[in-house]
């Protein structure tokens, strides 16, 4: 499994509607096939004129990845931007799942 995280970092002055657009935004990606679950997480920090969130798009493959990048990212990208343009900075990491590990809760 590959993690595919998004770490966006959003002025103030236009939280709400990003925060509208990717509750849209999410299930376009996930559309694509290429995932096959996505968690929309807030970074827990103080900052006075941002908010952070993290998506994290859960991949079977690092080929279901690539088909991702070649075939859509460029698109869903560009759409963000059209939308937000420099009030939204994000940056991306991929995380290789390695093994996992839970607590039955009862």
Same mark, same amino acid.
């Given at each position: 499994?590959?993690?595919?995280?998004?770490?966006?970092?959003?002025?103030?002055?236009?939280?709400?509607?990003?925060?509208?657009?990717?509750?849209?935004?999410?299930?376009?990606?996930? /559309?694509?096939?290429?995932?096959?679950?996505?968690?929309?997480?807030?970074?827990?920090?103080?900052? =006075?004129? /941002?908010?952070?969130?993290?998506?994290?798009?859960?991949?079977?493959?690092?080929?279901?990845?690539?088909?991702?990048? /070649?075939?859509?990212? =460029?698109?869903?990208?560009? =759409?963000?931007?059209?939308?937000?343009?420099?009030?939204?900075?994000?940056?991306?990491?991929?995380?290789?799942?390695?093994?996992?590990?839970?607590?039955?809760?009862?």
């Amino acid at each position: 499994m590959i993690i595919y995280n998004v770490t966006s970092n959003i002025d103030i002055n236009v939280h709400d509607q990003w925060l509208k657009w990717i509750k849209e935004h999410i299930p376009q990606v996930l /559309s694509t096939g290429c995932f096959i679950e996505a968690k929309l997480t807030k970074v827990l920090v103080d900052e =006075d004129q /941002s908010v952070t969130y993290s998506v994290q798009y859960r991949a079977k493959s690092r080929e279901d990845l690539d088909l991702y990048y /070649s075939k859509f990212a =460029d698109n869903l990208r560009q =759409d963000a931007v059209k939308h937000f343009a420099d009030k939204v900075l994000a940056f991306r990491t991929e995380l290789e799942v390695i093994d996992e590990y839970s607590v039955k809760i009862e």
